[in-house]
T-cell receptor, first 114, second 114 residues
Framework: KQEVTQIPAALSVPEGENLVLNCSFT??????LQWFRQDPGKGLTSLLL?????REQTSGRLNASLDKSSGRSTLYIAASQPGDSATYLC?????????????FGKGTLLTVNP | ETGVTQSPTHLIKTRGQQVTLRCSSQ?????VSWYQQALGQGPQFIFQ???????GRGNFPPRFSGLQFPNYSSELNVNALELDDSALYLC?????????????FGPGTRLTVL
């Protein structure tokens, strides 16, 4: 059974700081890994999707890496801004028999202080 | 291109009642997945519909049921509501069934059971 863990559960940083969010998963047989952003009480916004054959993806100030063999991914946010404050969720899609669903971590609550 | 929409936005019910939540998939998508997100938790997979057939199901009791219509919109029905059913219910659409590409999420329906 796939399990996804995100560390830390919460993070508070001053504006302008670079930061790293961590995600680990127990089953390396994945189809892809996706990072989402969720604002309070809202739906999910996809930030980056990394296919299992890729090592990283970049979008603006965001960079996500994937090490499938070790079951780890990181989301790097450069020059953080107060508008980045949100919960960040990591999700994997298995390549095996249950490949119809995403398995999520519990998320990291990020607060960027002005 | 219209994104994923869900209705209603908020809903309050009492224990034992029944509820129907609705989701309109993104244009061109034939697959809809439903997730339940309790407060402070990551989303949990309920089930997926592909071309009007249930394509996979998570660990939810039979009182959680669904439908997908010829236009690929979907309903989630929950019977005999319990207090623990209080959550944000998210719908996601994608194309191509299991193992397919990015799932696009709607804004969610907040269900409160009193």
């Amino acid at each position: 059974k796939q399990e996804v863990t995100q560390i830390p559960a919460a993070l508070s940083v001053p504006e302008g700081e670079n930061l790293v969010l961590n995600c680990s998963f127990t089953d390396s047989a994945i189809y892809n890994l996706q990072w989402f952003r969720q604002d309070p009480g809202k739906g999910l916004t996809s930030l980056l999707l990394i296919q299992s054959s890729q090592r990283e993806q970049t979008s603006g100030r965001l960079n996500a890496s994937l090490d499938k063999s070790s079951g780890r991914s990181t989301l790097y946010i450069a020059a953080s801004q107060p508008g980045d404050s949100a919960t960040y969720l990591c999700a994997v899609q298995n390549s095996g028999g249950s490949n119809y669903k995403l398995t999520f971590g519990k998320g990291t609550l990020l607060t960027v202080n002005p | 291109e219209t994104g994923v929409t869900q209705s209603p936005t908020h809903l309050i019910k009492t224990r034992g009642q029944q509820v129907t939540l609705r989701c309109s998939s993104q244009s061109g998508h034939n697959t809809v997945s439903w997730y339940q997100q309790a407060l402070g938790q990551g989303p949990q997979f309920i089930f997926q519909y592909y071309r009007e057939e249930e394509n996979g199901r998570g660990n939810f009791p039979p009182r959680f049921s669904g439908l997908q219509f010829p236009n690929y919109s979907s309903e989630l029905n929950v019977n005999a509501l319990e207090l623990d059913d209080s959550a944000l219910y998210l719908c996601a659409s994608s194309s191509g069934g299991a193992g397919a590409d990015t799932q696009y999420f709607g804004p969610g329906t907040r269900l409160t059971v009193l």
